[in-house]
């Protein structure tokens, strides 16, 4: 009886070792696809970015008019330099509504002081349903900005209420700690003069620890040191420069950064908004968007182009990192069971029979299946189930394709757009990319596990983030998302 | 199941790439810099030759001549960033013909037709800069591209070369989205005496709509007083969207004949055309015009008194008194939206006029 048990024991143990094999070899396929979907893209984007027919745009009154949206809860410490940068973007027509989402901090005092503002009447459309506006005020110095104070709502409900005041045909949804470069919303704009049916272009983000920032503009790109947010910048390197571009051609991509997306707003508006119940609204949004292109009809698409770039703080310690990761896989959880009507299901195109089903496999299981196949492969190889050499050379294999994808990436950024011009810098992220997986994917998978606890309880909240300014070392208040 | 041998072989090439990506992480950058720094110094070089040019009516010919003893990437690239910079259309028509002819020019307008978007995209630019009648083929051909970075570019091409290329572009503006049609046509109107010509003959009312309001548009954008004066007279055409159309690009059109068409469209049916009537008399400083605009303030449609306020606030004087008028009277939406305009500074309600 025992030697049975242990039979079965063994051969069960061995198909989940197997099954793991092959959902790894499957997923990294997968993402060797997206990287080979994505170079000629972007090679296409960095080409067409030129200087010279960017200034052509520039000087064009052509451009669509857009809405920047930027809700801002507690940010008294970065909020005058980060709204100076977006007031001063070299774009033709725009205009800044910031929410101010019932912040405790002096924000709205600093506000009311640095730009000059007189309070307005209410003469606003309101379509969406929010938490009460307090007041709506207007810059003596500043025309292209309009303030909302509120009550908090959450930053879901921060940006229904800057739907609803905006003017503009498009908006861009932005954080109010993200840093956004001067020709990124001229380039941002592009694919709309492209004539095609466009309903949300998304850019790059890129880390912003350890680079030089004056009065909101990154004058100095560097690399951080520091392990946790180094390693982060070459994770954000591939996940905007070959993931999202591979998306493009993939059906779609389910993810615009909160932090730096373009829309067009009658869509917005007509799905009602950003969803208040999530913790990762961005994602949520885009999945309801291709879920109501798709029922509607509508040929419009979700792109990503990577040559217009955003700089956001990445944490620098590893429970602020923690809490950003366990509220970003919740999120995704939450968003995949809300729209799990989209899984395999025909009706809904690529979005149904690839992205969705992409994202439970290879996004929201992943570190089920990290952790499962880790906890397998040492007990069978402690129980000489598993030959010590097959284990070795099979981590080996999966780290080195890890780095691979991440050296690509490195390659793929120094090719086209060169931000970073030391090379000691692209030494770091070589580096980074090759020690990323040794601890920091590990951490990743802990707090992604956590995230599942943390789901079935019922917990909705953010966490607690602490902000320290540009130029420090400093945690994001909601961070940006760079997954695949 | 997978076996050691097929590990042993992914390892063999992953570490292959692995030390491929290495090295060409290495050999990229060297490449890359020398390669941008090359042309950094041409741009540096021709630069003051061109100023030169510019400036103090320099001989042309040490442009050229400069130009032509460049490798071909640097020559192109220098004078796509700086004609772009900094030589007007007029400058551009005189530096064209000698360009033209140039071995580095015709290399790379080869490529009009090469099978690689980014080659034809480059001759696209370059024809922006120096094509002549000899190239209405070509630039015919980029205008209907299948790649639409060429098309964009090729429609500056279109702009210099004029003819029968003003004539595609301009018919293919109906079918473009708003954004796209602004954007083409703004781009078509750096030659804007051909643009006009062309647009005139197009504003007839027996035009399908979709196309008559695109072209109004164009006419709008353009501020020509002739295509102005044929739009004038689509003012009572029966669809709405047109005469929201007409109402839009009048307010370009300063001319004493306009006001009593545009009053008129103030009392449309259609909310859409009304505001557009409220924007245009406050963009002519209508001072006339005050009474009926301070009675559009308490119109129904929030987009009408939104307008119609700020028209006020833009004609200013006795209107934006009437102003003040209404943000102490017994409405209450109108008074909302007469106190929001009525505390903006000058410059706010001239750029939430504009957009």
Known sequence: MSSELTAWFVYLVTTADVAILWYMLLVN????????????????????????????????????????????????????????????????????????????????????????????????????????????????????LLVVDKQNGGKADSLNVGLDAARFPYVLACDADTLIEPDALLRLARPFLFDQKIAAVGGTIRVVNSCTVEEGRIIDARVDSRWLSGIQTVEYLRAFLFGRLGWNLLGGNLIISGAFGLFRRDYLTEILGYATSTVTEDFELIVRLQRYLKEQGAAAKVVFIPDPVAWTEVPTSVAVFGRQRERWHRGLISTMVAHRALIFNPRYGPTGLIAMPYFLFAELLAPVVEAVGLVITVLCTFAGVLSLRFAVFFFVAAYLFGTLLSLAAILMEEVSFHRYRRPLDTLRLVFFAFIEPFGYRQITVWFRLKAFVRYFQGDHSWGRMKREGFGAAAAPAAGVRPAA | MLSLDVLAVALTVEGTLIAAALGGLVVLRLYLVWRARQVEAGVARLEPLLHAWLVEDADLGAVVAFLRAQPPHVAFRSVARLATAYVTFERQQILAPLLRGEPWVQRILRHGRSMFWWRRFDAARLLSIVGGPDDVTMVAALLSDRSPAVRLVAIDAAARLGGRLVDLELDSLPGRQDAVQQYQFAALNRHPAIVAEALVPRLRPEVPAVMLNAWIDAAGASANPVALWRVRDLALHEAPEVRLHVARALRRHAEPETVPVLLKLLTDDDWRVRAQAARALGALRVISAARPLALAVRDRAWWV???????????????????????????????????????????????????
């Open chain 1, 29 to 144: 396929s997968f993402f060797a696809l997206l990287l080979v979907l994505a170079a000629p893209q972007l090679f296409a984007h960095w080409r067409f970015g030129s200087e010279d027919v960017l200034a052509r745009s520039l000087t064009s009154s052509a451009v669509p008019r857009v809405s920047i949206l930027v809700p801002a809860h507690n940010e008294a410490v970065t909020i005058v330099d980060s709204l100076r940068a977006l007031l001063t973007l070299q774009y033709p027509y725009f205009e800044v509504v910031l929410v101010n989402d019932g912040s405790t901090d002096d924000t709205m005092q600093r506000l009311l002081e640095a730009y000059d503002l007189y309070e307005v009447p209410p003469a606003v459309m309101r379509r969406l349903r929010t938490e009460r506006v307090k007041a709506y005020y207007r810059s003596k110095t500043w025309t292209k």
């Open chain 2, 305 to 355: 008194r939104y307008r119609a306020a700020l028209a006020l606030a833009q004609i200013g004087g006795e209107a934006r008194e009437l102003l003040l008028e209404v943000s102490r009277g017994s409405d209450p939406l109108a008074r909302d939206m007469s106190a929001l305009v009525a505390g903006l500074s000058s410059a706010a309600v001239v750029e939430m006029s504009e957009v």
